[in-house]
């Protein structure tokens, strides 16, 4: 099993800023001494649950780092012009010497794209297009494209990445339908979403066998996103991160708020659902009920080998700095997860 650390750069008020990016920063190198297989960086603007421009960041950690893999969970596609992202990402997998793990994802909430003026309904196919021009891009070679929402005169696109055709490609998946279309084009779906009960991880881990086996597909990696964070006791690190936890929690029901007035269309209507169930949520049942995992190395480890066993997984991508966490904490955590835990479930 392979692990790698998610992180989406939160702050909590009264957090200074430069203090949450050294911190996240100096996590990346200790996943690099510890054996981690990758760093991936989230993407989210105008809001707290996340920060922009993760291809700048990546690039200083590509600097600071020498084996570890880096990437984007996600790279948010239509707010950005895809020739730009190509060629941002193409210069990042050469400065890292081939370490890019390229996630896209077409983004999630409203507040984001009306801050960029775009419309939240066209998300899905604007993120197929810019994928497509993307990946027309890194062949390097001359193309045109006339789309919907994009269009490019023949031109041939530089640099291009150093792993060809491309970069590794990644896409959170939450239903079958997703899935299956990410497993058909060779895309690997992380599977999961945080505060997902253990049936539900499983049934959609069911869902990705169902599209494996449709696509005649036994090669790609099967991919967990848990929340974790491992302490030398279970009761003294759940003292130590309730503060953090609790302010995801709010934080995170808060993204899926609408202005007065507006209404969720139909192909959105869940997120109402999801946003109620997040809103009913207390630190205790988060931790009781396993929705994330925050506990000792048994604990921790006894929750992967069920991963390991009952789902089949073989890649770990674990948030484990989750509102704004301070840095020690997580410092801790992940030389415990590496050290005490990794060992256990092999």
Known sequence: MQFSVFVNLQARAGQDYNAVYRGRLAEAEIADRFGFHGVFYAEHAFCEHGRPSPVVTLANIAARTKRVRIGTAVSVLPWHNPLETAQDYATLDILSDGRLEFGVGRGAFKIEFDGYGLDWEESQPRHEECLEIILKAWTGKPFSYQGKYYQVPELAVNPVPVQRPHPPLWTPTLTAETMARAVNRGITPMVGASFSPLASVKKNFGYLDDAMRAAGRHDMRRCAHPLIIVGDTTEGVRKQVRHAIEWLITDFADMFTLR?????????????????????????????????????????????????????????????????LEHEIVAKSMELLATKVMPQVG
């Open 260 to 324: 007065p007035g507006e209404v969720y269309p139909p192909r959105f209507k869940f997120q109402e659902q999801l946003a109620a169930y997040i809103r009913s949520l207390t630190f205790e049942r988060v931790v009781n009920e396993d929705l994330m995992w925050v506990g000792d190395a048994n604990y921790v480890a006894d929750r992967l080998k069920w991963l390991r066993d009952e789902c089949k997984v073989d890649y770990i991508l674990s948030n484990m700095s989750p509102g704004g």
